[in-house]
């Protein structure tokens, strides 16, 4: 499935050391055509993220910053924690079957899906919070016992 999609486009793989031991114990031999890098920092990892086509993960992490970047993503399982993600998101939780999940990468890549994000996932939501927290203190709603100190 790799070397097929890695035929296809550019495949970057930042391989986690537990994977690699993985790789490595098992003897697996990884497409010459798949880019296989170093784990990345949050930030960088995230970088990179927004710059893909597709995304394939089994990280419930990775499936919410996929669907907040607007970018399409293949959950390599059959269950997610972050159902949202596929009822609003960007993601399909496609299983592990080869075939499948080469069958989903190839129509996403093919047509391109509408980006979908769930509302309030718009990169405002500190904004949001510190508005309301701003209202609650100039508007004398809040009071100390509110968080259980007494008068």
């Known amino acids: 499935m790799l070397a097929t999609l890695s035929a296809m486009l550019s495949v970057v793989f930042p391989v986690h050391p ?24 949050y930030l960088e ?42 009822t609003h998101g960007t993601n399909q939780v496609v299983g592990t079957d080869p075939a499948r999940v080469l069958a989903a990468a190839r129509a996403v890549l093919l047509e391109r899906p509408p980006v979908r994000r769930p509302e309030l996932w718009d990169g405002h939501t500190a904004e949001r919070a510190i508005a309301a927290l701003l209202q609650s203190v100039s508007s004398d709603a809040w009071k100390p016992y509110d968080l259980g100190q007494q008068r």
């Open 45 to 86: 990892f995230v970088k990179l993220e927004s710059s893909a086509r597709l995304v394939l993960t089994d990280s419930g992490g990775v499936q919410e910053e996929t669907t907040a970047l607007g970018i399409s993503c293949l959950t390599l399982r059959t269950s997610t924690e972050r159902p949202v993600t596929v």
């Open 18 to 41: 537990r994977t690699k031991k993985t790789i490595d114990e098992l003897s697996l031999s990884l497409p010459p055509s798949l880019i296989v890098i170093e784990p990345l920092a």
